[in-house]
């Protein structure tokens, strides 16, 4: 793919909706020069944002729509009432018809996989889409996946996730042969339900050239990093992601109070400041803000509708990461190479 990546961007959709989808392009754009943006809004609305935007000047293309999707809509509905007008449709087919390169949206997640399915199809050896995020460790990040797509698995679907999340590892962190590994209740191999414990089987048994396979990892290694991809099955892995989230406003919150509670808490805060900032940045979820919708003909990536304008800008980036680096055909490559023994019969 050339330098020149073209993201389309769902305008409206989100919390804030265009005051922080605009600022955040302008964000992305800082840090990828020549990337063009398709925005899907209302031009009353949006338009002034844009032209109140001085980076962004001659790098948006802003198409008029009125309807935009509410986050509490029920993905049935949205699909039935916002399909071919609304802004988060409209951004998923400009993807679709080949205009851009990828699609981001903060809007209803449900809404945008459901969209996503039906206008993009899924991938040839694919049977269900996932979402896969990059979670903060001791050692870095790592590709967790899924975090919310399906509810509900089988071993071949756990195997399709490994490929697919370690095409995503081999793109975001440059790695020949990703580790990955399946959550489990425990790493003994007689522990976890009849999928998992088949899943481990194929994977172990069936080495395949493009990752390696760790063996099952706990909670517990999510944050240690123990692999550079985490399978498993979205609702386990939703429940995982929204606890870490909370877990880490709590320890926010627990050190704000610890550090003003008495002066000379003050004073030492005072002196700690720099590693206090270092901490607040690495626990920041804006910087590994968008979920990747693997497992499509075609890359949309999920914001967090809460998301300030930085925290948008990170989504942008990584579509921009997977654009730039071909994710589907590193993907299409993986799965060609996966043993026939591993795929879905």
């Known amino acids: 793919m050339s330098e020149r ?4 961007l769902d305008a409206m959709g989100g919390d804030h909706g265009p005051s922080t989808v605009v600022p955040g392009a302008a964000i992305a754009l800082e840090r990828h ?43 049935s509905q949205a699909v039935r009432q916002g399909r071919g007008k609304s802004s988060m449709w409209r951004a998923i087919q400009a993807v679709r018809d080949g205009e851009a390169d990828a699609a981001v949206s903060a809007g209803n997640t449900g809404a945008l996989m459901a969209m996503s399915k039906i206008c993009l199809k899924t991938m040839a050896g694919i049977e269900r889409p996932a979402i896969a995020c990059l979670w ?16 509900g698995t089988d071993a071949e679907h756990l195997v399709e996730m490994a490929v697919m999340g370690s095409a995503m590892a081999r793109i975001v962190f440059d790695l020949e042969r990703p580790t990955v590994g ?9 522990k976890g339900n ?6 481990a089987r194929l994977l172990r048994e069936h080495d395949a050239a493009n990752f390696s396979y ?33 877990t880490a406003k709590q320890i926010s919150s627990y050190l704000r109070s610890a550090m003003t509670r008495t002066l000379s808490a003050k004073i030492g805060a005072l002196f700690a400041r720099q590693a206090f900032r270092a901490l607040k940045d690495k626990m920041n979820p804006s910087r590994a803000n968008g979920g990747v919708f693997l ?6 990536i999920k914001s967090h509708g809460s998301e300030n304008a930085a925290g948008f ?17 590193t993907i299409r490559d993986m799965l060609d190479e996966t043993p026939t023994t591993m795929a879905r019969v």
């Open 182 to 190: 399946l959550l489990n209740v425990g790493t003994e191999e007689m």
């Open 194 to 199: 009849e999928a998992v414990k088949e899943a």
């Open 136 to 151: 903060p460790t001791v050692r870095g990040e790592s590709v967790v996946l899924d975090v919310g797509a399906t509810i």
């Open 295 to 300: 497992g499509l003909e075609g890359i949309v």
């Open 5 to 8: 990546v073209c993201i389309s």
């Open 313 to 329: 800008a990170s989504a942008v980036d990584l579509a921009h990461d997977m654009a730039r680096h071909d994710l589907m055909r």
């Open 214 to 246: 760790h063996g099952f990892v706990e909670g517990t290694d999510l944050g240690r990093g123990t692999v550079d991809v985490v399978v498993t099955e979205g609702f386990t892995g939703n429940i995982a992601l929204k606890t870490a989230e909370g």
């Open 33 to 75: 020069p020549g990337t063009r943006f398709i925005m899907f809004g209302d031009e009353a609305v949006v338009g002034p944002l844009i032209e109140a935007e001085p980076r962004l000047k001659g790098a948006v293309e802003l198409r008029h729509t009125t309807y935009a999707i509410a986050m509490d809509d029920k993905p």
